[in-house]
């Protein structure tokens, strides 16, 4: 998904990013269970990085 994108569904920041890998959103599941210590914060910052490559 490109950052544009995220920014058009307002999930463009950390928290957002944290709470969709942590809980979910539409048909995706959440992780909650098994993502542990910061390593949903560190799915957040990758998901971003990635997305404004491209």
Do not use: C, F, H, P
Request: no cysteine.
């Amino acid at each position: 998904m490109k950052y544009s994108d995220l920014k058009k569904r307002l999930i463009a920041d950390l928290d957002s990013i944290v709470k969709i890998a942590n809980e979910g959103i539409r048909n995706m599941k959440g992780y909650k269970n098994k993502l542990k210590g910061e390593e949903d914060k560190g799915l957040a910052e990758w998901t971003i990085t990635q997305s404004k490559k491209g």
